[in-house]
């Protein structure tokens, strides 16, 4: 398709600027942290020199200033760079050094005049959270509200000045996406446009601050920070966490209501703590909530379900959830980076290793190593009143249901099934005449069969016993093979072509009683004898190892080193509730088909044996390693050789048609068990008394150190209030630990929540500029990039706390200001004084990112669909290595953040788009441009078909043609079509129509060409 002219009218051009001079912020302080801060840092200074904040370097060292601004011949700092003396092992590179001598010379920009403290906690990011002074503007005309007043400040001292306002309808797309990560649609449109009174921006604001969108657009801001995801993700351990949706639903409700966001962390770490939860009783909704926020705290990383048993991997595994829970919590909530301090003390902040394994020992109580839960098993059940009990009540009544439908199919089968001859019939109504029928030896044994006989008419293992009309058999906590076989033997190879003998019996329950652990296998043999291997006789012994997921394998000469596995039969898993056996036919020229029996129906996948394999013999059970089960209805038959005749046949349809309800109503309850009301994945203590957590000497998991007391950095600690764990409410269930954590976290005025307060709102300010006030916003320590502009950081930190920690009030500020309203168009001085646009001077120009592009075109082309939360969408890995969303799927079309969320395979068309995976949690995303994209939007089966449901909704909703072009970029650029693009358009349609000249629907295949051109734009795919 032609599309040059196209793409040359609706793509913006990139321009490039020149090299700004260097600064401190910018290219100084970067370059010192990477190079010179290891030796010259808060942790080791040598020659008392402290390069990592600026107030230190004014300082010196021990020789005292190490810079003269203007003056590098009298820069001890910049002779020692020079002279490659420093750093001694790697000196920098020519151009470090140029960059270095530049700064210096233009007067070191950036640092302060003098000295200031430099202890660590007197870092900026450290201090409570207080109102600076608004600074003086003398230019007022653009200012909306006290946001630009910081960012104008600047800006004059540069020469520079914000933008003029953007046109409504870029200022609309902003809005609507940055709030619901949507495109506004054609009435959002309109009613802006038309609405002329002062109020109408605001107006619209509030409106999409109240939409249900902006909890799934920022909750998914919230969720990567915090490391969320529905699989495990630990090396190859990638597997399923099905729980955790409902801690993502949460997140989702609580930014929609707006839950203050200190009260928005006291649940995350300790909501179990708040509800004073007691387990197996009805719960409110609001504690119901306070559990479901918790699973914050077990979002990292968690392979322990899946560790092999070795005693180092064990403890490794253990450890890492550990150390992935304290990544989420320092970087998501406090920003900082702590994993360096699992070895020694960090090198770049003020955290030691004591103050590491000192954090770790908060979270002992839900993550002990040495009482260790596996993820599986950190489950609750808390359901709302009356849920349980109707519950209860729907599974018993289906349960009586089901056993009436069982008993009448039985009885059919009993009436109708084909008769052979019977050899052995037991169905257990009188145990004393079945006791004859059964031992613990095989036919001719003189000995038990097995190392450890089975004790006949014994309920305790290895045990036998006829109770309430049915054979139960105990091998719980047995070793090795036992057996009861009947005392009779059977001929097991019918002596005409044709003839056949079959053994049947009814599976009632796979354990002994409701609570007990399922058996892993129901074996059966047929052709017992000699089972200990006394006499020099091969074959016989044929175990049939029924499988509670597949086949059944079957072995020759069980047990014993001489047994070999020869094949499997059937392919019906084995479950209680249904009738179970095999059948052996001769077919001839020494050769016997043995098959599997279910329900009396034949299956495929068959075994072939020989006369040797099948010596006379008896009939029984294996009984061993945990494998109890309740038998009922035994039977032996044979059957001669017959005409081929319907009856089976007949029979086997007349079957499946009685069995058919049985099975509908058996997995009615199977989903109606699985989904319990209320079980929720949490993190709560396993002890009030969780084991000491040991400083590891060099983060050696086998060498313990001294132990650490549970406490929270100590640099964050107030003097007048420290830290406290105080007794829970409710003392035999948790530790208060994390409670104590939360509540010193967000205490008002305290060093640790004016730095939450920070981390919250520089992470808004990421969502809306692209760049945060601080670019490493995981990192807002010593070592993190400075702020660009710290008093407006100040300023929003506080208005946070003032707000009652009000996360749309923030939204309300930056969305409101003239910084954030602006035009993005660039001019020359704009260009040479704020190159890379961090003072502001123009609204950054951005794409979208993965989830609002594959939302928007969802919404664009009609195909949106708009539920609100519930289990995740699956994806699945194609052949070749794609994940997709089944097309087919009645849910593919939910919004992204309901996309199942695999830290090994994220979804092909978001990973494209920059998505991270969360094998750790995600702060900040890449923007990569890269072909795969381009190829993406344009081959995709994702992106060919949102192009064709849009030219459809076109062609439906806006009948003339000049109509529909208008529209078209109405719904994918927010505004409509001018006289120069809609000329570009009809001349892209011209031209395909002649690529498709002669085809019957060339208009049609060329207006969905020009839908998947619009959708893979630059005016679809970006903010300006």
Same mark, same amino acid.
């Given at each position: 398709?032609?599309?040059?002219?196209?793409?040359?009218?609706?793509?913006?051009?990139?321009?490039?600027?020149?090299?700004?001079?260097?600064?401190?912020?910018?290219?100084?302080?970067?370059?010192?942290?990477?190079?010179?801060?290891?030796?010259?840092?808060?942790?080791?200074?040598?020659?008392?020199?402290?390069?990592?904040?600026?107030?230190?370097?004014?300082?010196?060292?021990?020789?005292?200033?190490?810079?003269?601004?203007?003056?590098?011949?009298?820069?001890?700092?910049?002779?020692?760079?020079?002279?490659?003396?420093?750093?001694?092992?790697?000196?920098?590179?020519?151009?470090?050094?140029?960059?270095?001598?530049?700064?210096?010379?233009?007067?070191?920009?950036?640092?302060?005049?003098?000295?200031?403290?430099?202890?660590?906690?007197?870092?900026?990011?450290?201090?409570?959270?207080?109102?600076?002074?608004?600074?003086?503007?003398?230019?007022?005309?653009?200012?909306?509200?006290?946001?630009?007043?910081?960012?104008?400040?600047?800006?004059?001292?540069?020469?520079?000045?914000?933008?003029?306002?953007?046109?409504?309808?870029?200022?609309?797309?902003?809005?609507?996406?940055?709030?619901?990560?949507?495109?506004?649609?054609?009435?959002?449109?309109?009613?802006?446009?038309?609405?002329?009174?002062?109020?109408?921006?605001?107006?619209?604001?509030?409106?999409?601050?109240?939409?249900?969108?902006?909890?799934?657009?920022?909750?998914?801001?919230?969720?990567?920070?915090?490391?969320?995801?529905?699989?495990?993700?630990?090396?190859?351990?990638?597997?399923?966490?099905?729980?955790?949706?409902?801690?993502?639903?949460?997140?989702?409700?609580?930014?929609?209501?707006?839950? =203050?966001?200190?009260?928005? $962390?006291?649940?995350? #770490?300790? @909501?179990?703590?708040? !509800?004073?939860? *007691?387990?197996? &009783?009805?719960?409110?909704?609001?504690?119901?909530?306070?559990?479901?926020?918790?699973?914050?705290?077990?979002?990292?990383?968690?392979?322990?379900?899946?560790?092999?048993?070795?005693?180092?991997?064990?403890?490794?595994?253990?450890?890492?959830?550990?150390?992935?829970?304290?990544?989420?919590?320092?970087?998501?909530?406090?920003?900082?980076?702590?994993?360096?301090?699992?070895?020694?003390?960090?090198?770049?902040?003020?955290?030691?290793?004591?103050?590491?394994?000192?954090?770790?020992?908060?979270?002992?109580?839900?993550?002990?190593?040495?009482?260790?839960?596996? =993820?599986?098993?950190?489950? $609750?059940?808390?359901? #709302?009143? @009356?849920?349980?009990? !109707?519950?209860? *009540?729907?599974? &018993?009544?289906?349960?009586?249901?089901?056993?009436?439908?069982?008993?009448?199919?039985?009885?059919?089968?009993?009436?109708?099934?084909?008769?052979?001859?019977?050899?052995?019939?037991?169905?257990?109504?009188?145990?004393?005449?079945?006791?004859?029928?059964?031992?613990?030896?095989?036919?001719?044994?003189?000995?038990?069969?097995?190392?450890?006989?089975?004790?006949?008419?014994?309920?305790?293992?290895?045990?036998?016993?006829?109770?309430?009309?049915?054979?139960?058999?105990?091998?719980?906590?047995?070793?090795?093979?036992?057996?009861?076989?009947?005392?009779?033997?059977?001929?097991?190879?019918?002596?005409?072509?044709?003839?056949?003998?079959?053994?049947?019996?009814?599976? *009632?329950?796979?354990?002994?009683?409701?609570?007990?652990?399922?058996?892993?296998?129901?074996?059966?043999?047929?052709?017992?004898?000699?089972?200990?291997?006394?006499?020099?006789?091969?074959?016989?012994?044929?175990?049939?190892?029924?499988?509670?997921?597949?086949?059944?394998?079957?072995?020759?000469?069980?047990?014993?080193?001489?047994?070999?596995?020869?094949?499997?039969?059937?392919?019906?898993?084995?479950?209680?509730?249904?009738?179970?056996?095999?059948?052996?036919?001769?077919?001839?020229?020494?050769?016997?088909?043995?098959?599997?029996?279910?329900?009396?129906?034949?299956?495929?996948?068959?075994?072939?044996?020989?006369?040797?394999?099948?010596?006379?013999?008896?009939?029984?059970?294996?009984?061993?390693?945990?494998?109890?089960?309740?038998?009922?209805?035994?039977?032996?038959?044979?059957?001669?050789?017959?005409?081929?005749?319907?009856?089976?046949?007949?029979?086997?349809?007349?079957?499946?048609?009685?069995?058919?309800?049985?099975?509908?109503?058996?997995?009615?309850?199977?989903?109606?068990?699985?989904?319990?009301?209320?079980?929720?994945?949490?993190?709560?203590?396993?002890?009030?008394?969780?084991?000491?957590?040991?400083?590891?000497?060099?983060?050696?998991?086998?060498?313990?150190?001294?132990?650490?007391?549970?406490?929270?950095?100590?640099?964050?600690?107030?003097?007048?209030?420290?830290?406290?764990?105080?007794?829970?409410?409710?003392?035999?269930?948790?530790?208060?630990?994390?409670?104590?954590?939360?509540?010193?976290?967000?205490?008002?005025?305290?060093?640790?929540?004016?730095?939450?307060?920070?981390?919250?709102?520089?992470?808004?300010?990421?969502?809306?500029?692209?760049?945060?006030?601080?670019?490493?916003?995981?990192?807002?320590?010593?070592?993190?990039?400075?702020?660009?502009?710290?008093?407006?950081?100040?300023?929003?930190?506080?208005?946070?706390?003032?707000?009652?920690?009000?996360?749309?009030?923030?939204?309300?500020?930056?969305?409101?200001?003239?910084?954030?309203?602006?035009?993005?168009?660039?001019?020359?001085?704009?260009?040479?004084?704020?190159?890379?646009?961090?003072?502001?001077?123009?609204?950054?120009?951005?794409?979208?990112?993965?989830?609002?592009?594959?939302?928007?075109?969802?919404?664009?082309?009609?195909?949106?669909?708009?539920?609100?939360?519930?289990?995740?969408?699956?994806?699945?890995?194609?052949?070749?290595?794609?994940?997709?969303?089944?097309?087919?799927?009645?849910?593919?079309?939910?919004?992204?953040?309901?996309?199942?969320?695999?830290?090994?395979?994220?979804?092909?068309?978001?990973?494209?788009?920059?998505?991270?995976?969360?094998?750790?949690?995600?702060?900040?995303?890449?923007?990569?441009?890269?072909?795969?994209?381009?190829?993406?939007?344009?081959?995709?089966?994702?992106?060919?078909?949102?192009?064709?449901?849009?030219?459809?909704?076109?062609?439906?909703?806006?009948?003339?043609?000049?109509?529909?072009?208008?529209?078209?970029?109405?719904?994918?650029?927010?505004?409509?079509?001018?006289?120069?693009?809609?000329?570009?358009?009809?001349?892209?349609?011209?031209?395909?129509?002649?690529?498709?000249?002669?085809?019957?629907?060339?208009?049609?295949?060329?207006?969905?060409?020009?839908?998947?051109?619009?959708?893979?734009?630059?005016?679809?795919?970006?903010?300006?």
């Amino acid at each position: 398709m032609r599309v040059s002219l196209f793409i040359a009218i609706l793509s913006a051009r990139l321009v490039h600027a020149a090299e700004p001079p260097p600064s401190y912020e910018r290219d100084i302080a970067p370059l010192l942290k990477q190079q010179c801060v290891k030796c010259h840092g808060p942790a080791k200074h040598e020659g008392k020199l402290d390069l990592s904040v600026a107030g230190a370097v004014v300082r010196g060292g021990k020789q005292g200033p190490v810079l003269v601004p203007h003056d590098i011949a009298a820069s001890l700092l910049w002779q020692r760079v020079e002279a490659d003396e420093m750093p001694p092992e790697t000196p920098l590179t020519d151009k470090e050094k140029a960059l270095l001598k530049a700064w210096i010379i233009a007067g070191a920009p950036g640092l302060p005049t003098k000295a200031t403290n430099t202890s660590p906690a007197a870092h900026w990011a450290f201090q409570p959270a207080t109102p600076p002074a608004l600074p003086a503007v003398r230019d007022r005309t653009s200012v909306l509200n006290p946001i630009d007043d910081f960012i104008q400040a600047k800006l004059e001292a540069e020469g520079l000045s914000l933008s003029p306002l953007a046109d409504r309808y870029a200022r609309l797309r902003r809005v609507t996406f940055d709030l619901t990560g949507l495109p506004p649609g054609p009435a959002d449109i309109a009613a802006f446009i038309n609405d002329e009174s002062p109020q109408a921006y605001s107006k619209v604001v509030d409106q999409f601050l109240a939409s249900p969108g902006y909890g799934e657009r920022l909750g998914k801001i919230w969720l990567d920070a915090a490391g969320y995801a529905d699989s495990n993700g630990y090396f190859n351990a990638d597997s399923d966490r099905p729980l955790a949706y409902r801690y993502r639903d949460w997140v989702i409700r609580a930014l929609n209501r707006d839950l =203050p966001y200190d009260q928005f $962390v006291r649940e995350q #770490l300790a @909501g179990d703590e708040l !509800a004073h939860f *007691v387990p197996d &009783q009805d719960a409110a909704p609001e504690t119901i909530e306070h559990l479901e926020a918790t699973h914050y705290v077990r979002n990292g990383q968690d392979g322990s379900g899946e560790s092999d048993g070795n005693a180092d991997e064990v403890r490794i595994d253990r450890y890492t959830v550990l150390e992935s829970s304290m990544q989420n919590m320092s970087s998501s909530l406090l920003g900082l980076t702590v994993q360096c301090a699992k070895c020694h003390d960090h090198k770049f902040e003020p955290i030691t290793q004591r103050d590491y394994y000192s954090f770790q020992a908060l979270l002992s109580g839900v993550f002990a190593p040495e009482a260790w839960k596996k =993820p599986n098993e950190r489950v $609750v059940y808390a359901s #709302l009143p @009356g849920e349980f009990t !109707a519950w209860q *009540v729907a599974t &018993q009544q289906l349960e009586q249901r089901i056993k009436q439908q069982q008993a009448e199919f039985s009885a059919w089968v009993k009436a109708h099934r084909p008769r052979g001859q019977v050899l052995l019939e037991d169905n257990f109504q009188d145990a004393t005449a079945s006791l004859p029928l059964w031992g613990n030896a095989t036919p001719g044994d003189t000995v038990p069969a097995g190392k450890v006989p089975v004790q006949l008419n014994q309920a305790a293992a290895p045990g036998q016993l006829v109770q309430e009309g049915r054979m139960q058999f105990n091998g719980a906590g047995t070793q090795g093979s036992s057996g009861i076989s009947t005392k009779a033997e059977f001929d097991w190879t019918p002596d005409a072509v044709g003839g056949m003998i079959q053994v049947t019996f009814d599976l *009632v329950d796979n354990k002994l009683t409701p609570d007990g652990k399922p058996a892993e296998r129901i074996g059966y043999f047929i052709a017992m004898h000699d089972f200990n291997d006394a006499t020099d006789l091969k074959g016989g012994n044929v175990l049939i190892d029924g499988n509670p997921t597949s086949g059944s394998v079957v072995y020759i000469d069980y047990p014993g080193a001489d047994n070999r596995v020869v094949g499997t039969i059937g392919t019906t898993p084995y479950i209680p509730g249904h009738n179970y056996g095999a059948r052996v036919t001769n077919q001839g020229e020494g050769k016997y088909l043995l098959q599997h029996l279910h329900d009396g129906l034949v299956e495929e996948k068959t075994v072939t044996l020989t006369a040797a394999d099948l010596p006379n013999g008896g009939f029984g059970f294996e009984i061993c390693c945990g494998r109890s089960a309740i038998i009922d209805n035994v039977s032996i038959e044979t059957f001669a050789p017959q005409t081929p005749t319907d009856v089976l046949a007949t029979f086997q349809k007349e079957l499946q048609a009685q069995q058919k309800p049985v099975e509908e109503a058996r997995q009615a309850l199977t989903k109606l068990t699985q989904n319990r009301p209320g079980k929720i994945a949490l993190a709560t203590d396993v002890s009030t008394t969780p084991p000491a957590i040991h400083l590891l000497v060099r983060g050696n998991y086998a060498e313990a150190g001294p132990v650490a007391e549970p406490a929270p950095f100590q640099l964050l600690i107030d003097p007048e209030a420290p830290f406290e764990v105080k007794p829970p409410a409710d003392p035999t269930r948790t530790t208060g630990r994390r409670l104590a954590l939360a509540n010193w976290m967000t205490r008002p005025g305290s060093r640790a929540a004016g730095l939450l307060a920070r981390v919250h709102v520089n992470r808004l300010w990421q969502h809306h500029f692209g760049v945060g006030l601080v670019a490493t916003p995981e990192n807002l320590g010593i070592s993190g990039a400075p702020p660009s502009h710290p008093e407006l950081l100040d300023w929003l930190a506080w208005e946070l706390v003032r707000s009652n920690w009000s996360t749309k009030q923030i939204h309300r500020l930056i969305l409101n200001s003239a910084t954030y309203q602006q035009s993005s168009t660039v001019d020359a001085a704009r260009l040479k004084g704020d190159a890379d646009g961090r003072l502001l001077s123009r609204f950054p120009v951005r794409r979208l990112d993965a989830e609002a592009i594959r939302d928007a075109m969802l919404a664009v082309s009609g195909d949106l669909d708009s539920q609100l939360g519930g289990p995740y969408v699956p994806s699945t890995r194609q052949p070749n290595g794609e994940v997709l969303i089944a097309a087919k799927h009645p849910q593919a079309n939910r919004r992204s953040v309901y996309l199942q969320q695999r830290r090994t395979q994220v979804v092909s068309m978001l990973q494209v788009f920059d998505a991270p995976s969360i094998v750790f949690n995600s702060t900040r995303r890449a923007r990569s441009t890269m072909p795969l994209q381009s190829l993406s939007l344009l081959n995709s089966e994702f992106a060919v078909l949102r192009a064709r449901h849009l030219s459809e909704r076109l062609q439906r909703e806006y009948p003339s043609e000049p109509d529909r072009l208008t529209a078209a970029l109405l719904l994918t650029a927010g505004h409509p079509a001018d006289e120069e693009q809609r000329a570009a358009l009809t001349q892209f349609i011209d031209q395909q129509l002649e690529e498709y000249a002669g085809q019957t629907d060339s208009r049609q295949r060329a207006w969905v060409d020009l839908c998947q051109m619009l959708l893979a734009g630059n005016p679809f795919l970006y903010l300006d």
